[in-house]
């Protein structure tokens, strides 16, 4: 199966660009492709980290293990997971929106998604904040954690 790279106009532009400076400004253009180098380096670790991750997720973790604790019996147990994965999951809401239409496809509950894209506007360094905007812990509490609302399927 061949997967098409779609970045290559965008690869072209960037190469051309830079062999533009590289002709008109050659200290430039070196010092901008040595700091890309190192940051690329920096990054390289990161990336290789989160590559393991995925591959052992993926390994260990099949969608009909998973779409068993989302799908139409999961109750509270699913609301519970939707509220810690949206809560810690972090990134734009864009990326996320391949894998919900996937595990959609495969079952997963409308109300859950809704309760997904809730919990991540809840974020763990923000609730001591909260607390002390709003005053009341217990209000804080309920307020971040979405219990009075029940997904409908």
Known sequence: MKIPFKGVKFLIIVFVLYSVLLLSDTTHALSGLQKAGSILLSLLP?????????????YFLKPKQIIKNFGKDSRTK????????????????????????????????????ATFMYARAVKLPLLPFMVDLFGECCFTIFRSSSFGTKPES
């Open 78 to 113: 699913g609301i519970l997971y939707a509220l810690i994965g949206g809560i810690i999951s972090h990134g734009p809401m864009y990326a996320w929106y391949g894998m919900l239409q996937d595990m959609r496809s495969h079952g997963l509950k409308d109300g859950l998604i």
């Open 46 to 58: 990161l990336f290789l980290l989160i590559i393991a991750l995925t591959a052992l997720i993926n």
